[in-house]
């Protein structure tokens, strides 16, 4: 697949605008934008350093207004939208085309005979952006002013003008910029020849009122932002030739473009040579590899300085506990990179507490959230599939003190009422005002989906964290009959999730209000996990352990069948699974407004992207039919043509047309996609499909 747009896309702004690009850097930071090249998110910006890797998110380059002047006419090639409505420039309409060069955005904008391409990327391992132009083709050399708008600000906020007094040093090569004693200095440096006739301008404080932020104003929140005018950069390009502006928080970056260039372009070779090695696969997966790669960052904790963890999403979310567990087995043992699944699972390791994983790093620091029930059970399945890739008994010996700490806990209890029950072996968790479940949206001291008592992924994710400790258990010589007892108590007691009236299962037992019968994706996990422990495995990996223990499904073959069937024909949409069905009076169709109405959907209909990878794996196993399953996975392929251009977005509309909405590039989404996509592609016994209803 070649992610290209012309000027059907660039030059309509509706379209362009809905356009997001990325690049990441590998330590939290990143640049972002519209393919317009107009701001409309809080969240924009041609450098959001981290300068305390992963967080501390700082917008320190808000963006680039050029203006070039070819056969004297000058032609604006930035776009701002104004709080009075007014769009000026509108320098879209130049824009000829756009692509992603890997992850590389690439503008090519036509002025008359001349095409100038436009460029950007990060450096790996630092806070550092490159924006290169390169005068494509033209008849004489053009000139080009660039306006370099500077910020400094954690970038979930909003930037109001003041008497802010910057610091502005010139140096040979650019300027260095200083927000006030003690912030971290902005380079913004050049690699420009002395044939460019390279100058640069300060203007005293210079502040652009007013920029209109429209995906703000969508979510209710304060739309409206100022930035200052720190400098503008003056060059010369003759034809043929090239010239890039650096943006750093280094004082010595590399300053020239083609080598930088070359090292993001061999960087990307080497994931998909690394991807090559395990599986042939189409143009739009590959992609998803590259993709993969931009919410793997550094982590370092003291006893491990070369630590990873997983962004959760791109652009305000940090690495989330759950989200990182589930993220893991699709981004790196998928992709052939199980070095970087050994270093998370070690760094996630050192912050057990009391049973429990972190669900949250805060983005200011400080000690870690354990607010999640799911978190360190998707840890047991992420180590299961690390262990089952890699046979690594070594890290296997080193975690399993640790799991069985956890298992104690459980069952003892811990935070938040979290422990099993000892009369059906379910795991009940939950307590007045707190949310533990993956669906967690909470309004001041409002849960809006509470799931108080035993919800069934979590009993699902505990069945399927102790037949893991039993394989573990085997594996290691270390008795496993606690493991398996506890596991066949909690298989007798899911059978009570069964709802005889419906045909699929209750979302929660034992609540408030008794058993909730909503139709919500949950229980798509009875039937998904794990994906590779059943003697007719999905997978062509095999399971390194005793051949003596083999998973039992937690539903009978007709269950199972019902679950999926019920979850295709209510739920099911070509971009992930609905939250709620919309038969139910709770359900919300539209995700959009204040934090209010939008929190009140984010879980009672809204879409969720990366559930089509649970429920392709559960649509596999019960029919067994993978020419069906990769025809339900196929539309994800479309979606990398829209929101986040190149990557899978978070959440979707739930009423049709299901426009994407959230953050728009998000890890397990694009993790539970080459996940699924790898385990068709390894499917065996294809002449053993069941018919399907609704083939």
């Known amino acids: 697949m070649v992610i290209a747009f012309g000027r059907e896309i660039c030059c309509n702004l509706d379209s362009a605008e809905s356009r997001e690009w990325l690049v990441t850097n590998g330590i939290g930071g990143y640049a972002s934008g519209t393919i317009a090249n107009l701001l409309t998110r809080r969240y924009h910006g041609l450098l959001v350093a981290a300068l305390q890797p992963p967080l501390g998110r700082t917008l320190m380059l808000a963006k680039l207004d050029e203006t070039a002047v070819y056969h004297d006419r000058a032609y604006p090639l930035y776009t701002n939208r104004w709080t009075d409505g007014t769009i000026e420039p509108q320098g879209y309409n130049y824009i000829e085309s756009f692509h992603l060069e890997g992850t590389t955005p690439v503008w090519r904008f036509a002025l008359a005979d001349a095409i100038l391409e436009k460029r950007i990327w990060m450096q790996q391992s630092a806070n550092t952006t490159y924006i290169q132009y390169r005068l494509h083709r033209a008849s004489k050399p053009i000139a080009l002013a660039v306006k370099a708008l500077i910020d400094y600000r954690d970038y979930h906020h909003i930037t109001t003008a003041d008497d802010w007094q910057i610091g502005l040093e010139t140096l040979e090569k650019g300027v260095c910029v200083t927000a006030f004693n003690k912030a971290a200095p902005l380079y913004l440096l050049t690699d420009a020849p002395p044939e460019a006739k390279f100058r640069v301008s300060t203007p005293l404080y210079n502040w652009n009122y007013g920029f209109d932020l429209a995906a703000e104003r969508r979510r209710g929140l304060e739309c409206c932002e100022d930035h200052l005018h720190a400098a503008t950069f003056h060059f010369t390009i003759a034809p043929g030739q090239s010239l890039t502006l650096i943006a750093s928080t280094d004082k010595k970056p590399e300053l020239n473009g083609d080598t930088a260039l070359e090292l993001r372009r061999t960087y990307e070779q080497e994931l998909l040579e690394q ?125 399993w003190p640790i799991l069985c700490e956890i298992i104690d806990w459980h069952i003892k209890g811990t935070r938040y009422n979290i422990r099993v029950d000892p009369d059906d072996g379910l795991i009940y968790a939950g307590e007045t005002g707190v949310q533990l479940t993956w669906m967690d949206a909470k309004v001041g001291d409002w849960v809006v989906t509470p799931r108080i008592g035993k919800p069934i992924e979590i009993s699902a994710l505990w069945y399927n964290a102790l037949q893991a400790m039993v394989s573990f258990a085997q594996k290691l010589g270390k008795p496993d009959y606690e493991y398996q007892q506890l596991a066949d108590r909690t298989a007798a007691g899911f059978t009570r999730f069964w709802n005889d009236a419906t045909g699929y299962c209750y979302d929660v037992l034992d609540g408030s209000d008794g058993h909730d019968g909503s139709l919500r994706p949950n229980q798509i996990f009875a039937v998904s996990l794990p994906l590779d422990l059943s003697p007719k ?40 699974l609905g939250s709620l069905s919309p038969e139910d009076a709770q359900y919300r169709g539209e995700y959009g407004g204040d934090q209010l109405q939008r929190d009140r959907a984010y879980h009672q209909g809204t879409v969720w992207g990366w559930l089509m990878g649970p429920f392709v794996l559960a649509h596999l196993q019960v029919y067994k039919d993978p020419a069906q399953a990769r025809e339900l996975l196929q539309p994800m392929a479309h979606h990398l043509l829209a929101g986040g251009v190149g990557s899978l977005g978070e959440i979707f509309e739930g009423d049709a047309p299901h426009s994407p909405r959230g953050c728009t590039a998000q890890a397990w989404t694009v993790a539970e996609v080459l996940r699924a996509w790898l385990a068709i592609n390894n499917t065996r016994n294809q002449d053993t499909a069941v018919p399907c209803p609704y083939n």
């Open 275 to 399: 991807w090559s090695k395990v599986r042939e696969a189409p143009p739009w997966i590959n992609h998803l590899v590259l993709a993969a790669d931009q919410f793997i960052v550094n982590r370092p904790v003291s006893e491990e300085r070369d630590g990873k963890t997983i962004v959760a999403g791109y652009p305000w979310f940090s690495d989330w506990g759950r989200d990182t567990m589930i993220a893991l087995p699709g981004l790196t043992m998928c992709t052939g990179r199980s070095s970087i699944a050994r270093s998370i699972l070690r760094t996630f390791a050192r912050y057990v507490d009391r049973g429990m994983l972190p669900n949250r790093f805060p983005d200011s620091g400080g000690a870690p959230e354990y607010n999640t029930v799911d978190a360190t059970l998707w840890y047991f399945e992420a180590i299961r599939a690390y262990y089952e890739a890699t046979g690594d008994d070594e890290l296997l010996s080193e975690l």
């Open 537 to 576: 495995s999905l997978s062509a990996m095999e399971m390194r352990v005793n051949d003596s223990h083999r998973y039992k499904p937690l539903l009978t073959p007709d269950r199972r069948r019902g679950v999926v069937d019920a979850c295709a024909q209510q739920l099911l949409t070509s971009v992930g």
